[in-house]
């Protein structure tokens, strides 16, 4: 593909020949001649002169010499993900209707275009929307209800009563509607089980990650918000509540009946106590520990989690702790000497 065409599918202008052919995409480090590739974090703009990418897609404001070809866009991230989905080879799209060893409960409602994978076992009273795909091996739990256009990669399972939205995605191996972590402690110690009989509410256009784990609520929803983006190997509790336009990055875990607001974002391992609330567009950096209510916008670091500022004056103090250890030290040897010289 010509890099003009490129050029015209993302809207940007080229600096450079627009009859170079583009067989390819890839990083800026691993790129050769004939890929095209992209530079969103200025962090790695002096990847851009040492590439051997025949193209590379830049902000509009780039200013820098190169030694290859230009795409200027207002927004290179989304330029490149528009490019990469022209190379994608994608995996041929299911073709509708039920795989022969599907076990599928007569009450069950499949509406028009959905397509059932091998193995797939969907319980009474499920109602699946339209053109939604259910690959190999998952399992639909006892009246759930699943809109359309969604994608459930194998091994998905799905619990009973769950309400999911349009165009939701869910990746291998994630359970939604897994018993809440509710247990009555007895005199003797012991644990009783207290029984959670809630549902999970998941709206249209969410995204799921691998191995993600919703907790159905103890009574009423846990709900997880339009539009929000769960990654791999994320905990969701029971009675949480999430926003719309959210993210959650790996292994970031939300303790029960925390309330997330929309455009939050939770930085891989931050961890959540329960009983909170984040404010909207608040950022949890990575690995914070967060026992206290976020306010909206904030940026918290740390565990426990406290402001990224107040966490910054806190570190920079305790780089100077050797050399204020060492001053000491010698103003306790000068004392010393001269309380010997009295």
Known sequence: ??????????????????????????????????DISFLANPKYAGQVLETAAAAVIVPNDWDRPVKCALIRSDNSDQAFAMVADLFYESVP???????????????????????????????????????TVIQANCVIGYKTVIGENCMFYPLVSIREFTEIGNNVIIHNGTVV???????????????????QIGKVVIEDDVE??????????????????????ID????????????QHSVMCGQAGVSGSSIIGSRVILAGQAGLAGHLEVGDGAIVGAQA????DVPKKDFVIGSPAMSHLQAKKMIANMITLPKLKDKVKQLELQLAELKQGQ
């Open 1 to 34: 593909m010509k890099l003009s065409e490129i050029a015209e599918h993302v809207g940007g202008t080229i600096d450079g020949s627009g009859e170079i052919e583009i067989v390819s995409v890839a990083g800026l480090k691993e790129a050769s001649e004939g």
């Open 93 to 131: 799209a299911p073709v509708g209707g039920v795989h022969p060893s599907a076990v599928i409960a007569e009450s069950a409602q499949l509406a028009d275009g959905v397509s059932i994978g091998a193995n797939v076992v969907i319980e009474e009273g499920v109602v699946v929307g339209a053109n």
């Open 177 to 195: 509607g897994s018993d809440g972590f509710g247990y009555a402690v007895q005199e003797d110690g012991s644990r009783t089980k207290i029984p």
């Open 208 to 229: 799921l990650g691998a191995n993600v784990a919703i907790d159905r609520a103890r009574f009423g929803k846990t709900k997880i918000g339009k539009g929000t983006k």
């Open 232 to 243: 791999n190997l994320v905990q969701i509790a029971h009675n949480v509540v999430v926003g």
């Open 289 to 292: 520990g967060v026992m206290k």
